[in-house]
């Protein structure tokens, strides 16, 4: 979708969210927002800037009333999208909101696209883009740790740190330029103050990039498939983990051939969990088909959970799904501890190398919080870590590499005795990149990707 930047016009939306509510709360925004509202909206008093006002909502065309309502008028000097706002508080019904909403699009108003609100104050010079980002991450929030973080990037934490390395690439830039606009000057470049500087600059970068670890967990989730042969409790244990009744589980093996999915929250990080058929010699054209999505399945997951049966003896299946953990974070979980052990310890010991060994018992939840806990460290190893600042988004992170990759290429051409002038376009690309990223420097693509994950009437 793109959108066309638009500030002459007044927008309107509801801001609460669809359904039936005890208060709904509709938005007006623009040049035209006092007198919009006011058409709609007779107060016991005339709408003031910050007072609350109670009053009731007229339909203009048919001279009738419809609801007690309270106003807010928000001047641009200080509302949230530094235009002229008011803000109607009513009953949450649906039918009197869109009632509001039709009757401010025949006073004059448009529509307002998701995000537009934000974009207003994003484009009148409020918050960065940084900051606009935050308020979509605040109202999505999975978990009050994220929230206090999108919240602190809202009040442009993660902002002036950005800003902070832009200037200092930018005062190195005006010292390489220096020298090489007036050459006769004997201008004489520390260069090895520079290069201290940019590598300081690409320290901060890398805690950036390596929060992005924990941002993910905590926004979107981990991926992790639960593999291992047929009938070795993947699917009791995917149960088990969820705390419900979600995957069939039976003593026969091949009772899971489609996969599921579903979500689960270990602290403030979430993951994905994936149960499908058991990888093996499959006894049905079905299960072939099942095990054939489980391998591909595995082969895209963050992370594995490798499952072997404690009352079975290893077998070949076994140990080439023991191998997938060469490829890819994995925990390997011995279940069926209540039964007799089939399995030699020291072998498996042997055979899970690095990997972490728990012990379950799926059927009788024995040791999952101890396979939870892992499942947080070994998949999360940002979680313990107390970022000041967490990146939340690819886009972020794409921008920290490539800003990283940059400065890179600073040090090495410095090594390379390569000249000024392509040394300060690879610095000016750098600056550029964390420009883009709060938004300083504008590019219509970026602007489009963040505001149309917004919510309308945001
Ligand atoms: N004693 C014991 N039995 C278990 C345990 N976990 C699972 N089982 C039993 O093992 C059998 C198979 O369990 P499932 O969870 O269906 O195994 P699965 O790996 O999903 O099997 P497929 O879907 O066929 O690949 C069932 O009879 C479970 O009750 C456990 O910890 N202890
Ligand atoms: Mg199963």
């Given at each position: 979708?793109?959108?066309?930047?638009?500030?002459?016009?007044?927008?309107?939306?509801?801001?609460?969210?669809?359904?039936?509510?005890?208060?709904?709360?509709?938005?007006?925004?623009?040049?035209?927002?006092?007198?919009?509202?006011?058409?709609?909206?007779?107060?016991?008093?005339?709408?003031?800037?910050?007072?609350?006002?109670?009053?009731?909502?007229?339909?203009?065309?048919?001279?009738?009333?419809?609801?007690?309502?309270?106003?807010?008028?928000?001047?641009?000097?200080?509302s949230y999208t530094r235009e002229d706002m008011v803000e109607l508080i009513c009953h949450g019904s649906p039918v009197i909101l869109e009632e509001v909403v039709r009757l401010a699009l025949k006073a004059g108003a448009r529509m307002a696209h998701p995000g537009e609100f934000t974009l207003r104050a994003y484009l009148n010079g409020r918050i960065d883009l940084l900051q606009a980002e935050a308020v979509n991450d605040?109202?999505?929030?999975?978990?009050?740790?994220?929230?206090?973080?999108?919240?602190?990037?809202?009040?442009?934490?993660?902002?002036?740190?950005?800003?902070?390395?832009?200037?200092?690439?930018?005062?190195?830039?005006?010292?390489?330029?220096?020298?090489?606009?007036?050459?006769?000057?004997?201008?004489?470049?520390?260069?090895?103050?520079?290069?201290?500087?940019?590598?300081?600059?690409?320290?901060?970068?890398?805690?950036?990039?390596?929060?992005?670890?924990?941002?993910?967990?905590?926004?979107?989730?981990?991926?992790?498939?639960?593999?291992?042969?047929?009938?070795?409790?993947?699917?009791?244990?995917?149960?088990?983990?969820?705390?419900?009744?979600?995957?069939?589980?039976?003593?026969?093996?091949?009772?899971?051939?489609?996969?599921?999915?579903?979500?689960?929250?270990?602290?403030?990080?979430?993951?994905?969990?994936?149960?499908?058929?058991?990888?093996?010699?499959?006894?049905?054209?079905?299960?072939?088909?099942?095990?054939?999505?489980?391998?591909?399945?595995?082969?895209?997951?963050?992370?594995?959970?490798?499952?072997?049966?404690?009352?079975?003896?290893?077998?070949?299946?076994?140990?080439?799904?023991?191998?997938?953990?060469?490829?890819?974070?994995?925990?390997?979980?011995?279940?069926?501890?209540?039964?007799?052990?089939?399995?030699?310890?020291?072998?498996?010991?042997?055979?899970?190398?690095?990997?972490?060994?728990?012990?379950?018992?799926?059927?009788?939840?024995?040791?999952?919080?101890?396979?939870?806990?892992?499942?947080?460290?070994?998949?999360?190893?940002?979680?313990?870590?107390?970022?000041?600042?967490?990146?939340?988004?690819?886009?972020?992170?794409?921008?920290?590499?490539?800003?990283?990759?940059?400065?890179?290429?600073?040090?090495?051409?410095?090594?390379?005795?390569?000249?000024?002038?392509?040394?300060?376009?690879?610095?000016?690309?750098?600056?550029?990149?964390?420009?883009?990223?709060?938004?300083?420097?504008?590019?219509?693509?970026?602007?489009?990707?963040?505001?149309?994950?917004?919510?309308?009437?945001?």
């Amino acid at each position: 979708m793109n959108r066309e930047i638009d500030l002459a016009s007044t927008i309107v939306a509801i801001a609460t969210p669809p359904g039936v509510g005890a208060l709904g709360i509709i938005r007006i925004s623009g040049p035209a927002a006092l007198e919009i509202a006011s058409k709609i909206f007779q107060g016991k008093h005339e709408l003031s800037p910050w007072h609350l006002v109670q009053g009731n909502l007229f339909d203009f065309e048919s001279g009738e009333f419809f609801d007690e309502a309270t106003a807010v008028y928000f001047p641009a000097s200080r509302s949230y999208t530094r235009e002229d706002m008011v803000e109607l508080i009513c009953h949450g019904s649906p039918v009197i909101l869109e009632e509001v909403v039709r009757l401010a699009l025949k006073a004059g108003a448009r529509m307002a696209h998701p995000g537009e609100f934000t974009l207003r104050a994003y484009l009148n010079g409020r918050i960065d883009l940084l900051q606009a980002e935050a308020v979509n991450d605040l109202i999505r929030a999975t978990s009050l740790r994220q929230a206090r973080l999108s919240f602190y990037q809202l009040n442009g934490r993660l902002s002036r740190k950005i800003d902070g390395l832009r200037e200092s690439l930018i005062y190195i830039l005006s010292q390489i330029e220096a020298a090489i606009e007036f050459p006769d000057e004997g201008i004489l470049l520390d260069k090895e103050q520079i290069r201290k500087k940019i590598k300081e600059v690409i320290g901060e970068l890398d805690k950036l990039i390596e929060s992005h670890n924990l941002g993910e967990a905590m926004m979107r989730g981990v991926t992790l498939a639960l593999v291992g042969r047929a009938n070795v409790g993947k699917s009791t244990l995917f149960n088990a983990l969820l705390e419900k009744d979600r995957a069939i589980v039976s003593p026969f093996p091949g009772t899971t051939r489609d996969y599921l999915e579903e979500k689960i929250k270990i602290d403030d990080l979430i993951f994905n969990l994936v149960d499908m058929a058991g990888l093996g010699k499959p006894d049905h054209p079905v299960e072939e088909e099942g095990i054939r999505r489980g391998r591909q399945l595995a082969s895209q997951a963050e992370g594995l959970l490798i499952i072997l049966d404690n009352s079975q003896p290893l077998c070949d299946a076994d140990l080439e799904i023991l191998s997938l953990a060469r490829d890819k974070k994995a925990i390997f979980v011995l279940n069926k501890i209540d039964l007799p052990a089939q399995i030699e310890r020291e072998k498996l010991n042997a055979l899970a190398g690095g990997s972490k060994l728990i012990e379950v018992s799926a059927l009788f939840r024995l040791n999952l919080d101890k396979l939870k806990r892992s499942i947080a460290e070994v998949f999360s190893p940002a979680l313990n870590k107390n970022y000041e600042n967490v990146i939340f988004h690819w886009r972020e992170k794409a921008a920290l590499e490539r800003t990283k990759e940059a400065l890179t290429q600073v040090l090495e051409k410095q090594n390379g005795g390569y000249s000024d002038e392509i040394i300060a376009e690879e610095l000016r690309l750098a600056a550029d990149t964390l420009g883009q990223l709060t938004g300083e420097i504008k590019s219509e693509e970026i602007i489009n990707a963040i505001f149309s994950e917004f919510c309308i009437g945001k």
